[in-house]
T-cell receptor
Framework: SQKIEQNSEALNIQEGKTATLTCNYT??????LQWYRQDPGRGPVFLLLIRENEKEKRKERLKVTFDTTLKQSLFHITASQPADSATYLCAPYKMDSSYKLIFGSGTRLLVRP | KAGVTQTPRYLIKTRGQQVTLSCSPI?????VSWYQQTPGQGLQFLFE???????NKGNFPGRFSGRQFSNSRSEMNVSTLELGDSALYLC???????????????FGEGSRLTVL
């Protein structure tokens, strides 16, 4: 069955540093990989999407890579800020006849001032 | 453009009762999905509706049901509530005339259900 793994341990970094989060998946061949941010008690917010034929995607301080051979995506936040503290979820997506997304369990990021 | 609206935001029920949650998608979005989120299981897919038809269903018992109306608004119902149904229930909408695309979801703030 499809399995998506994200670091369950919280990532604790100093403000200004780069945060790197990992998403690994197995038994799956997604056409896209999406990243979401979720704050406590709130719904996830879509951040970025990367296609299988893209190696890297950037949006402001965010960078996502997608390695279909390793079945892995890396999510980077450069010049991190305390406001970046949240849980980040990845969701590999294989376009089919519906919008069913399977989410990883998420990695909690804590940026210390 | 208004976001996804879910009501109620918080509710408390007792075991054996039933509950109905409502979701209004972003204007123009025809797909509505429902997810259950618990600390132990994370985000779990419940079902997805498009143009009033259920297109996909997750691995949940028949006590969980949903429907979508012609204006794309959706409701989900949980009957015979159990303690384990306590969770944050999230609704998400997605756009696209064809109904299938890159799959970005726009979530509401959720309905927090507590079952006593």
């Amino acid at each position: 069955s499809q399995k998506i793994e994200q670091n369950s341990e919280a990532l604790n970094i100093q403000e200004g540093k780069t945060a790197t989060l990992t998403c690994n998946y197995t038994n799956y061949s997604p056409a896209y990989l999406q990243w979401y941010r979720q704050d406590p008690g709130r719904g996830p917010v879509f951040l970025l999407l990367i296609r299988e034929n893209e190696k890297e995607k950037r949006k402001e301080r965010l960078k996502v890579t997608f390695d279909t051979t390793l079945k892995q995506s890396l999510f980077h936040i450069t010049a991190s800020q305390p406001a970046d503290s949240a849980t980040y979820l990845c969701a590999p997506y294989k376009m089919d006849s519906s919008y069913k997304l399977i989410f990883g369990s998420g990695t909690r990021l804590l940026v210390r001032p | 453009k208004a976001g996804v609206t879910q009501t109620p935001r918080y509710l408390i029920k007792t075991r054996g009762q039933q509950v109905t949650l409502s979701c209004s998608p972003i204007s123009g979005h025809r797909s509505v999905s429902w997810y259950q989120q618990t600390p132990g299981q994370g985000l779990q897919f419940l079902f997805e509706y498009f143009s009033e038809t259920q297109r996909n269903k997750g691995n949940f018992p028949g006590r969980f049901s949903g429907r979508q109306f012609s204006n794309s608004r959706s409701e989900m119902n949980v009957s015979t509530l159990e303690l384990g149904d306590s969770a944050l229930y999230l609704c998400a909408s997605s756009g696209g005339l064809a109904g299938v695309g890159t799959g970005e979801l726009f979530f509401g703030e959720g309905s927090r259900l507590t079952v006593l």
